[in-house]
């Protein structure tokens, strides 16, 4: 079966310092694989996705993500973070199994950041 | 363009009772996902709807059901409800492209939905 872990569950970094989520999947096929962001009160906002080609791929807010098939991990990078990126982040990959295409997350990393 | 819209924001109900929440799709989107979010995990999977019929379902019970209608707006109906059920209802909305696992999903706000 189709899954993704985030080993991560809470993250704190100080506002201007870097930033890495890890995200690892288990699929079958060549992963189609997401990042979403979700602030308090507001539903999930695409940061980035990959599907082919480069595997370092540029997503909205200045995040970046690189694809290592090698490692099966899609994580998510940023180099300085900001005090508005305090939020949860979700990764995910698209699966196919069972008809349409559902996506399957992981449990998330709650990002907190110091002023 | 307006994005995915969900109603009602927050909702309580008893056990036992019966629930609808809606979705209205992004303009131009004809498939609409269902998601439950449970506090402290990741959105789950319920159903897909494509043309007015169910394109796919996760592992939840037949007492969840939904409803897709010809405007692409859609329904998520939650039977007999268990206190369990409390969780965060996620809508998404997408087009439907040439390879199905690229089609985007636009997610609203979501329905807070407490059972008591």
């Known amino acids: 079966a189709q899954s993704v872990t985030q080993p991560d569950i809470h993250i704190t970094v100080s506002e201007g310092a870097s930033l890495e989520l890890r995200c690892n999947y288990s699929?079958?096929?060549?992963?189609?694989l997401f990042w979403y962001v979700q602030s308090p009160g507001q539903g999930l906002q695409l940061l980035l996705k990959?599907?082919?080609?480069?595997?370092l791929v540029q997503g909205i807010k200045g995040f970046e993500a690189e694809f290592k098939r090698s490692q099966s991990s899609f994580n998510l990078r940023k180099p300085s973070v900001h005090w508005s990126d305090a939020a949860e982040y979700f990764c995910?990959?698209?699966?196919?199994?069972?008809?349409?295409?559902?996506?399957?997350f992981g449990t998330g990393t709650q990002l907190k950041v110091e002023l | 363009e307006t994005g995915v819209t969900q109603s009602p924001t927050h909702l309580i109900k008893t056990r036992g009772q019966q629930v609808t929440l809606r979705c209205s799709s992004q303009?131009?989107?004809?498939?609409v996902s269902w998601y439950q979010q449970a506090l402290g995990q990741g959105p789950q999977f319920i159903f897909q709807?494509?043309?007015?019929?169910?394109?796919g379902r996760g592992n939840f019970p037949p007492r969840f059901s939904g409803l897709q209608f010809p405007n692409y707006s859609s329904e998520l109906n939650v039977n007999a409800l268990e206190l369990d059920d409390s969780a965060l209802y996620l809508c998404?909305?997408?087009?439907?492209?040439?390879?199905?696992?690229?089609?985007?999903?636009?997610f609203g706000a979501g329905t807070r939905l407490s059972v008591l």
């Open positions: 709807y494509y043309r007015e019929e169910e394109n």
């Open positions: 995910a990959v698209g699966d196919l199994t069972g008809g349409g295409n559902k996506l399957t």
């Open positions: 998404a909305s997408s087009p439907r492209g040439q390879t199905l696992a690229k089609n985007i999903q636009y």
């Open positions: 990959y599907f082919s080609g480069d595997t």
């Open positions: 699929y079958g096929a060549t992963p189609y």
């Open positions: 303009s131009g989107h004809n498939t």
